[in-house]
Structures are given as C-alpha cells and as structure tokens.
C-alpha cells in the first residue's frame, strides 16, 4: 500500500507547501506568471563587522553608563598610574564561564602595557590562562602545582609572557587538578600560596590569582594570598546565583585566616546592549554594589573568543577591537582607583 501525504486537487501545494506529487506541474495563475520578480530583501539582524562591532540600529553598542565615560574619558597613552605597594588581585567567582580567565588575561597585559610589572597566577587545573599567554604548560612542566604542593620558589616557574614586556605568568599543569587531595594532610595548606607571593611581591605592581569555578582549598589559598577580590559577573538571568555564598566565603576567609581581604572590583561581562535583560542585571548590581563595579562593561565580543586560539589576549590579538577597547578602559580605571576604593563587606548582601 502506497503511504504518503493525500494527492491534492487541481495540482495546489501538498500542506507543508511541497510540490504536488506527480509529474505534471502546479497549475500558475496568469497574474502571478506575469507579477515581476520582487528581490528578497533580508531582515536586518546583528552580524560581527570585520572591526568585530557588534551592528545593531536599535540599540546603543553599549550600555549607557559605560558610552557616557567612554565619550568623557578616553583611555589615556603611556605609563598609567602605578600602586604605592604591590596589590594582590584574586579573580574569583564560583560560576564558570563568566570571563574570569578572560579578563584576567586582558586586564594583566593591559596594564603591562602601560608600564606596569605584572604576575599572573593560574591557579586553574584547566590552565587556560596559561594557553591564552602560550605558556608552557604540558605535565612536568614546573608550574604552580609545584609551588603549593613541593614548595618551590615562584620565580622559578614564572615565565615571561611572549610580546608583552613586564608581564609573567605561573602556569597550571594538569596535576593541580589533584592538588587539593595532596594539600589536605599539609600544615598551613590554606597559606602555602600566600607564603609563596609574598616572597616576590616586592617585584611586581600588580599580581592576578585566576581562581577555579569552585569554593575549595585552591581559591581559599588564592583569597588568603590576594588583599582584593575582583568578581567578574555576566550580564545573564544567573549572575547573582552562586554569589552570597562567594561573598560569605570571602567573609569567612576575612575573619579568619586574612583580615585584610575585601572586595574591591566588580566587572560586569558579556554584556550585550541589544537585550533589555543586560541591562537590568546591570543595573541591579550597580544599584546594590554601588562604587565597587567598575563604569566599564566588557560586552560581547568575537575578537574576545577568538584571541586565546592564537595563544593571544584580545589586546594584542585586535587593539582596535571593541572588546579590547573596553578591557582597556576597565584596567585604566582598576589602576586609577585606591586598592581600598569602594571596598566592600558581605553585609547587606541578598542570599
């Protein structure tokens, strides 16, 4: 028995607009024959431009607050305003995937570049900080592992940063991942990390702890070795999920273990200026954040995503790009801020 759609009469389209199903052609009113051929106009839709702009004629290409600071304040040459001591820097937040790797790539080699010695931590056992700098980062390589674990001296597993004079990076292998098992019988295991920095901070202006997307005993080493937290958050309905119990942690650490631990900056990521819920996330963690969130949003970006497949950060990977533009900014203001501006407690916080 032949299965298939009913054969339509007086050769009209079968329902799903497919040709009739035999041989004969579909019957073409005289009028449609001759009606001219109208060309298809494409809708207009959002595309990634060479320059990586995000196009859009409906909406601003950034949120406001940060268009309003880019017009009044642009990102100033030459060497930035360096700290009177060195500020130890964790970028943590629990969440993956909220560009705390990605922004503490681009915000290190920002400030490199303007005259600052920088050193970045990976404390990830992922390790892409490390391939974003194109660090060496294979099994055996010495790395930070060796550090926490062996008590090596930092200096001698931070590698400088190809093309970015200033900068060094500690990589992570793939032993970190079990480095928090070996960690756990160890004295000390909280400051092994901190003991480590201190003995070189007097070298560097800045240092960046890259934490892992987790609240175990590598980003408690990160936050009792950092003076500051800087917590990226994307510009997404679940950007505050996950973030009292960072906050509280913090608190925890603070009380305990490194009394001098505050939030210093928030970053707002990915942001996307098309989307009214961009927006409203945005103004939700400045109006309860108040001066820790930087004027600067780092929006969405192509450039951004393509950069660490180059080994690259997007500020050598395309300096004109909008993305870099904005870390820029966002690092010019983190240098011209007081490490204790805005600083900020866990209280008052939504659970």
């Known amino acids: 028995m032949e299965v298939g759609w009913p054969r339509p009469a007086n050769g009209a389209l079968s329902p799903l607009g497919w040709p009739p199903p035999n041989d004969e052609p579909a019957e073409v009113s005289r009028e449609t024959e001759l ?3 109208t060309p298809a106009v494409e809708p207009q839709v959002s595309r990634e431009t060479e320059d ?3 196009v859009d004629i409906t909406e601003p290409a ?5 268009a309003a600071a880019a017009a009044t304040s642009p ?3 030459g060497t930035w305003p360096l700290p009177t001591g060195p500020r130890v820097v964790g970028v943590a937040n629990q969440k993956g995937g909220v560009g705390k790797t990605t922004s503490t790539v681009n915000l290190a080699v920002a400030l490199a570049q303007h005259g600052a010695r920088v050193l970045v931590v990976d404390l990830d056992p992922q390790g892409n900080t490390s391939t974003a700098f194109s660090v060496e980062h294979r099994e055996g390589t010495p790395s930070i592992y060796d550090v926490l674990v062996h008590g090596r ?4 597993v931070a590698a400088p940063v190809e093309g970015v004079p200033g900068l060094r990076c500690a990589p992570a292998t793939i032993d970190l991942a079990g480095a928090e098992i070996e960690l756990v019988s160890m ?3 909280e400051t092994r990390l901190a003991k480590a920095i201190a003995a070189v901070d007097g070298d560097y202006d800045y240092v960046f702890i890259d934490c892992p997307p987790s609240l175990g005993l590598l980003t408690v080493n990160a936050l009792v070795a950092a003076r500051e937290v800087l917590i990226p958050i994307q510009c997404e309905f679940y950007a505050l999920e996950g973030l009292s119990q960072l906050l509280r942690n913090i608190e925890l650490v603070r009380a305990h273990l490194n009394p001098d631990l505050h ?3 928030i970053l707002l990521t990915m942001f996307d200026a098309r989307t009214r819920l961009a927006e409203q996330v945005a103004d939700e963690v400045r109006n309860h954040f108040g001066p820790v969130v930087l004027t600067e949003s780092i929006p969405r970006s192509v450039r951004i995503s393509e950069a660490p497949g180059y080994g690259q950060s997007v500020m050598t990977y395309d300096p004109a790009s909008r993305g870099a533009r904005a870390y820029a900014q966002a690092a010019y203001e983190l240098a011209s801020r007081p490490a204790t501006a805005g600083a900020r407690t866990t209280e008052g916080t939504p659970s």
């Open 35 to 37: 009606a001219p051929s």
């Open 52 to 54: 990586d702009e995000l």
């Open 62 to 66: 950034t949120d406001p607050a940060t």
């Open 75 to 77: 990102v100033p040459t």
């Open 153 to 156: 001296p930092l200096t001698e």
């Open 187 to 189: 004295v000390a295991r």
């Open 263 to 265: 939030v210093s900056t």
